[in-house]
Every structure is written in structure tokens, then in C-alpha cells.
């Protein structure tokens, strides 16, 4: 017998789509709100849901009236009366065999959470804030029965022939909950009312092959730590604290500050600490020594912790195995609070082959290309992007706005742009196609790049593209209405290879290589160059920055110091990989933390001090930063003296070189005889004051850093004045004017908003090396006479000897 309604007529038996059922049972309906929900027909409203273990099942609509669903069969129960004629807000009444009656909200009364343009936008390759639509949501209705809360799931699986959401809360069913295709957008959707945040899923995708596989989201912005494979539905409560750092950001310009960047591996600085430790000990850490910004390897989620973060699964996820995205959000605010700029490494040239995640993601090739000689890259064993898809375009440039604009990350450094760049990048003769041009250029690559570029800045001022491009590939750094890459800067690969290769080699032999290190001046203004000294150089048995050197130990130490200072002198922004800092003897891996321990040792401890005090100096001195990108910012001295591994330069502020301009001079001797009696020429007359000696910082070594000479107006080197001073052997002496003219004073960091302001003087304050260093964390770090070393601020290791613990 029909149910009837109160005091109304029997309900009628409803006419469904028996193909649609079938369809359904067998997941294989893509579009299961034509069939479920709420629709309204000739015969009335009618009501349908899949509920397969129920024993009865009623809808209470928003007018008060009460309907019964018939069970159709095999879990389909519905209804329809012609007593209503419009759609109605309303909850389903299961019992089930607990005889508890149970309310529930029905998915598929709900409407897309996708608006057409979201859609043209997505197809278009435009939508820059494509995680706001795409993904998981917690999401909030009102209606007249009450407030809904749920997640909508959305994602983009052109070929797919049914998705199904799974996962906690459905007790991951694969049929219970199928999403519906939208339009011919590639879109699949779904609103899941009670869902919440905290729980797993993932989507059960039947491919074009009819093949139903298991995958992890593409837009996940919290996923679960490999092995375990599913996205976690996630949304942020983190209160930032750092508008003053944002608003100076946006009106501040990177490009022509200083920039000292410590390059850090989250999993290995210190074990154990994840997002949150590195926060408090990190942070601390970078505040003293003096950088102005911390780069991490990729932190974006990804499966192989020997991969370093490099083969991504996750590309909106930082990694769950050091903490939450709000924990990550707080190591950013904390960075950012104490004065120091974030940079990520972000890859876009390839990704991971993992089958749960990006690859074949709904059953062929999606958003790596198809062809194998454009969508597989050999070196690496893993999948190259489709760049000319429009929808993988969006993914990509929306990824990288992501980071800036969520994260507040002050810039990005782009890994393996030189294999995006070149279509036979590391492939034979035969094993890559030609662009349309016939060249090897990837055109749609190029194309990639420079709208990425384009739209950051454009998005977020304040920011910073970083390209890591080790080939001659013109406009690197040059803007994009220009026909250039788009990038703020480039790491210069030749400089780092040339310089290496000559701390290599003993040091009676260097003259032979006096090339390599002079080499890198006859280009060092055709791009915006960060030197980098970088992870890569101190793994794979090439042994640690201080081994790379030959010699006695206190020899290697010696040109360690002495290497340093010339990178801090070099035109360029430096960057240095973590444990370089402090003289780490073995080779870097990803499975231990650094040997802080060495920190004990006052040979290492005063490398240490060195690097805190050079980027002291660099800091307070516009003439280390400010005309780093323009050849008037550089002069050599003396370029040529091979005989005794010397060389000299000066680099100049903006201003007058004779007059105004800030100024410092930098000679660096890597022979092993010290150079008595060294003549340098000087731009300007008076006295000039030794800003650092690094043979100094040698325990019990003396130190000429504090002392004062005298220029006279004999003309050297190409200059009108000149001064004697002693370049101990394997060394570097600075020095700056003794009165500096009134630019260089309190120079501003003009690049970053900063806790850690520049000191009062160019040279800056002579410290107190009995004075507690924890005693005002924003001091000026700048060498003075340096007979002790003085601490770090905070030692990132639990063994803080006594006597040494700050």
C-alpha cells in the first residue's frame, strides 16, 4: 500500500531511470544528481536517496510535513507527490536495523559549489587562485531547517568515467558517495554535509580504460605521511602576526637590498624539531649569525625522504612529517617577526611517478605529456609536466601563488629550470622532438615560466623568483614584455664550478687557475646572480665545503674563512647551505642532523663568528649590495696576480666613487706565504679602518680587524690613493673609510623589513666579547678586534657546553 501523507492522499509509486540505478550500483553513474536529490516533474516533487542497509527512510521537509521514501530496490528509496511542486530544504529519517532513527542531510539536494566562470576560467588555464575552488572545503549553508556545515570536494579528472569520494566518513564506501561531472569542464563535485576537518580521503577514479584506481587529491593541502596515501581535509585557524613585515614587504624591493640566504633541509638542521621547534631554535639561530633569509629545500609533501622534497606528490601540502600547514604558517610568522625573509625551492620541471598521486591520474596521461619524449625525463625517473595544457598550466602558476599569497613566502627558487628549458635535456640524438621552429627550445615551457613570473609579481609585490639555470639560456632575469624569462635572479652555476674547482687545487699550483676566479667578472652583470653554495655541492661524495680545500685541517679552515669572505665580497647575493656556516667536516645527508657538536671546537666556533660577522658588515655596507647587478658597483684592483694567489678589488655604493659613495676594499690571499708590505690602491684619501682580517678568527691568532691605516695620494692600481697593509696567507683583509660618507650610515635594509636593523656606522660597533650575546638578539653582529669568538645565540643542539651555553 502507498504511505500516505497527513491528511492526504496515498503517495504514488515513483518512476526512475532503471538504467540510471544500474549505473549507480554499479559506479558507473557520472552523473548521480540527475538521479538522486530533489527534483521536481509533472507528477511533483520527487525525492531520492541510496541508503542499502536501511529499514525505512523518510523526508521531513522545511514546510513541517513528513513524507515516506519507498525502498525501489537495492538501496534506492524514493518518492513522489504531487501535493508539492517546488524544490524544498529537507533531511532524511533513516532507521536502520539499530531502530534508532537517524537524520541526515541528503548530498545531492545541494548545487554545485563551482559557478561557471570558475569553470571557463579552470578550462582557460586562468584561474590564479585555483585552490580556493578546486580540492577540499569546509563549507556553510544556512537554510530553514538550520545551518549545514560539510566539505565540498571538487577536482579535475577530464576522462574520467565516474569519480566516487571516499573516506572516513563513509566508511570508505565506493559507491555511497559518487560525484557529478560539470558540464564538459572536466570537473567532478560533490558537497558532503558532516564531513569535517580531520578526515582522510580519496577519490576512486574509473579511468577510460574502465579501471577504477585509488587516488590522492592534487589540490590536497594536508596529505597523510608515506606510506599511508590519502589527502586530509584540513582548513587553517592561524592568526598571523606579522603585518608590519607584509606591508613593508609590499612596498619594499628584494632586487637591490642585501640578500644573505641560509639554505636549510627542514628534516635535517636539526632532527626531530618539525615546524614548530624550528621556530624557537631556527629562528634563533638565523637572527644571530645575521641572514637575511632562510631558503628550504622543498617542503611540499613528498614520499622518499632521500629525495630531499624533489619527486612532489603534494603539491599544496607541506609536509605532514614535520607538522600541520598552520605549524608550517607559524615557522613563516616566526621568521618573519624576527626580521628574515622565506624562500622555497618549488618544482614545477617534473614530479613523482607514485601511482596514488599525479601519474595517469584518471587512467592516461594528464598532467604529464603524453609522448615520452616530452613527458619522461631520464636523469631524474620521473614525469615532465604537460605544459601546454592549459589546466596543467593553471596548476602550476596557481602552486606558485599559493605559497606566496597563503603562506606569505617572500619568494621561490625554481629547481632544474634549465631542464624545463631544453627540449633535449639530457636525451640522445632521436630521443626528443623539435618545437614547431625546428629548435630545442620548449617553447611551451618558456611560455609556463614567464606567466608564472608575470602574475607573482604582479599578485604579490615584495617577492622573489629565483631561477636555478645552468646554461647560457639569454633573459634569464630579464622581464617578460622584454622576451625574458621573468625572474629576479639566477644562481650563477659557472661561478660556483669555477670557484670550487680552484679551492681544489693546492695552493703552489693555483696560479695555473687564476682564470676561474676572475673568470666570472666578464658576465657578472649579464644577469641578476645569487652565488649559490648549495646542498648539491656537499652530497654524493663530493665531501663538505671545508674538505674541498687541501691541506693540514687548520689550512682547510683557513681557506674556508678565506673562501667566505670572498663570496660575501663577490658582486652577487650570496647564498650558503646549512653547516657551511660553522666548517661541517663530513658530507651532508638527509637521514642525521648536523655535527653541531664541532661548535665546541673554537676552530669551528670561530667560523661560526666569521660568517655572523660578515653578514654584519655586509648588512651595514650599501656598497656590498646596492649595485650588485650594475658594473659601476665593482672595480678590480689587481685581477692578475697569479704569482701570488691574490686578488683585489673594490666595490662602491651609489654616489660619487671619489666623494660619497660607500666603499669597501677586499683583498684575498689564497697562497700559502703571507703578503708583507701589500700595497693597495684606494679610490680617496684619509684613513681607512681594517673592517675584517679573517686569519683573526685562528684561536690565539692575531688579528689586524680595528686597526687603522693611512692612504696616501700616490696613485696604484688605478686609483689616486694608496695604503700598505699585511694579507695574511690564506686570508682576506676589508677595509672601509674611516669616516663613511653620510649615505652609508644607518643604511637601511632596503630589501626586507627587518627586527635586525643596520648599525650606526658602516663598520659598525666594536662588540664586547665578554658581553651575553642573548642580551639584545637584534645587536649588531659586525667584527671588531676579535681575540674571542663570541657565541651564537642559540645553539641548535641539546649538548651546550658549559661555560659556552649563551
Not at 503517495?11 to 538522486?36: F, K, S, V, Y
Not at 508539492?84 to 529519517?93: A, E, G, Q
Not at 603585518?243 to 640578500?259: C, I, K, L, T, Y
Not at 638542521?269 to 624557537?280: D, I, M, N, P, V
Request: aromatic share 10%; proline share 8%; net charge negative.
Amino acid at each position: 500500500m502507498s504511505p500516505e501523507l497527513p491528511g492526504g492522499p496515498p503517495t504514488p509509486r515513483p518512476t526512475l531511470d532503471d538504467g540510471a540505478i544500474d549505473a549507480l550500483l554499479h559506479g558507473r553513474n557520472g552523473q548521480p544528481h540527475d538521479l538522486l536529490g530533489h527534483h521536481v516533474g509533472p507528477g511533483g516533487l520527487t525525492i531520492t536517496c541510496y541508503r542499502p542497509l536501511a529499514r525505512s527512510v523518510r523526508a521531513r521537509l522545511d514546510t513541517g510535513a513528513e513524507v515516506d521514501l519507498l525502498h525501489v530496490r537495492d538501496g534506492i528509496w524514493s518518492m513522489t507527490s504531487p501535493d508539492f511542486t517546488s524544490t524544498h530544504d529537507y533531511r532524511l529519517l533513516v532507521t536502520y536495523d539499530d531502530g534508532v532513527e537517524h537524520e541526515q542531510d541528503d548530498p545531492y539536494r545541494f548545487a554545485p559549489t563551482l559557478g561557471e566562470i570558475d569553470r571557463h576560467l579552470i578550462n582557460e588555464g586562468r584561474h590564479e587562485q585555483l585552490w580556493t575552488v578546486l580540492g577540499a572545503h569546509r563549507r556553510h549553508y544556512a537554510g530553514p531547517l538550520g545551518d549545514v556545515w560539510g566539505v565540498s570536494f571538487a577536482l579535475w579528472a577530464p576522462r574520467a568515467r565516474t569519480v566516487h569520494v571516499i573516506g572516513d566518513f563513509n566508511g570508505w564506501d565506493r559507491l555511497s558517495h559518487p560525484m557529478r561531472a560539470l558540464g564538459e569542464s572536466g570537473v567532478w563535485e560533490l558537497f558532503l554535509p558532516g564531513a569535517q576537518a580531520g578526515m582522510n580521503y580519496q577519490f576512486a577514479i574509473r579511468g577510460a580504460d574502465d579501471i577504477v584506481r585509488l587516488k590522492s587529491d592534487p589540490m590536497a593541502r594536508m596529505t597523510e605521511v608515506a606510506p599511508k596515501q590519502a589527502a586530509i581535509v584540513t582548513e587553517s585557524h592561524y592568526a598571523w602576526h606579522d603585518d608590519e613585515w607584509m606591508a613593508q614587504r609590499r612596498s619594499s624591493d628584494p632586487h637591490v637590498g642585501p640578500m644573505s640566504v641560509y639554505e636549510v633541509h627542514v628534516g635535517s638542521w636539526r632532527q626531530g624539531l618539525g615546524y614548530r621547534g624550528l621556530a624557537e631554535h631556527l629562528v634563533n639561530y638565523v637572527r644571530d649569525a645575521g641572514f637575511t633569509h632562510v631558503e628550504f629545500l622543498p617542503v611540499m609533501e613528498h614520499p622518499y625522504v632521500p629525495s630531499w622534497g624533489y619527486h612532489v606528490t603534494g603539491y599544496y601540502a607541506p609536509s605532514s612529517r614535520w607538522g600541520t600547514p598552520d605549524d608550517f604558517r607559524h615557522l613563516v610568522d616566526a621568521l618573519h617577526q624576527a626580521g628574515i625573509g622565506v624562500i622555497l625551492d618549488w618544482v614545477p620541471g617534473h614530479f613523482a611517478t607514485d601511482e596514488w598521486a599525479l601519474a595517469r591520474f584518471d587512467g592516461q596521461p594528464l598532467y604529464e605529456h603524453p609522448d615520452k619524449r616530452l613527458g619522461w625525463h631520464p636523469e631524474w625517473g620521473s614525469n615532465i609536466f604537460d605544459y601546454g595544457r592549459p589546466e596543467v598550466r593553471n596548476f602550476l602558476v596557481a602552486n606558485a601563488l599559493y605559497w606566496l599569497e597563503e603562506f606569505h613566502v617572500d619568494g621561490l627558487r625554481v629547481d632544474g629550470v634549465a631542464s624545463m628549458l631544453y627540449l633535449d635535456y639530457a636525451r640522445n640524438a632521436g630521443e626528443w622532438v623539435p618545437n614547431r621552429h625546428g629548435g630545442r627550445e620548449n617553447l611551451e615551457a618558456v611560455a609556463l615560466l614567464q606567466e608564472t613570473n608575470a602574475t607573482a609579481y604582479k599578485r604579490v609585490r615584495g617577492i622573489v623568483t629565483i631561477a636555478e639555470e645552468s646554461t647560457s639560456w639569454p633573459g634569464v632575469t630579464k622581464p617578460t614584455d622584454q622576451d625574458g624569462l621573468g625572474f629576479g635572479f639566477k644562481w650563477n652555476m659557472g661561478w660556483m664550478n669555477d670557484s670550487l674547482s680552484y679551492l681544489g687545487q693546492d695552493p703552489i699550483y693555483r696560479s695555473h687557475h687564476h682564470g676561474k676566479l676572475t673568470f666570472s667578472l666578464m658576465y657578472a652583470y649579464t644577469e641578476n646572480f645569487v652565488l649559490p653554495i648549495s646542498h648539491d655541492e656537499v652530497v654524493h661524495g663530493k665531501g663538505s665545503l671545508l674538505r674541498k680545500s687541501r691541506g693540514s685541517r687548520e689550512d682547510q679552515v683557513a681557506t674556508l674563512r678565506a673562501f667566505l669572505a670572498y663570496l660575501w665580497g663577490h658582486p652577487g647575493k650570496q647564498l650558503l647551505f646549512m653547516g657551511c656556516e660553522f666548517g661541517q667536516e663530513s658530507e651532508w645527508s638527509e637521514g642525521r642532523s648536523l655535527d653541531w657538536w664541532l661548535l665546541d671546537q673554537p676552530l669551528h666556533y670561530r667560523v661560526h663568528n666569521l660568517v655572523k660577522d660578515l653578514n654584519g658588515i655586509y648588512r651595514a655596507n650599501p656598497a656590498l649590495w646596492e649595485l650588485d647587478s650594475h658594473p659601476s658597483g665593482f672595480q678590480w684592483l689587481d685581477a692578475d696576480d697569479a704569482a701570488h694567489n691574490t686578488f683585489a678589488w673594490l666595490r662602491f655604493g651609489t654616489g660619487d666613487r671619489a666623494d660619497d659613495a660607500a666603499v669597501v676594499a677586499c683583498v684575498v690571499n689564497f697562497s700559502g706565504e703571507t703578503q708583507e708590505g701589500y700595497r693597495v690602491g684606494l679610490p680617496r684619501g684619509g684613513s681607512w679602518r681594517v673592517v675584517l682580517d679573517t686569519a683573526g678568527y685562528h684561536p690565539g691568532a692575531p688579528s689586524s680587524t680595528g686597526v687603522i691605516v693611512e692612504s696616501h695620494p700616490e696613485a696604484w692600481q688605478g686609483q689616486d690613493h694608496t695604503a700598505t697593509i699585511t694579507v695574511p696567507r690564506l686570508s682576506a683583509v676589508w677595509l672601509i673609510p674611516e669616516s663613511p660618507p653620510a649615505a652609508a650610515q644607518a643604511a637601511p635594509d632596503s630589501s626586507q623589513p627587518s627586527a635586525v636593523r643596520s648599525p650606526e656606522t658602516a663598520a659598525g660597533p666594536t662588540p664586547d666579547p665578554t658581553a651575553d650575546p642573548t642580551a639584545d638578539p637584534t645587536a649588531d653582529p659586525t667584527a671588531g678586534p676579535a681575540p674571542e669568538a663570541t657565541a651564537p645565540a642559540s645553539l641548535p643542539d641539546e649538548a651546550q657546553r658549559e661555560g659556552q651555553n649563551p
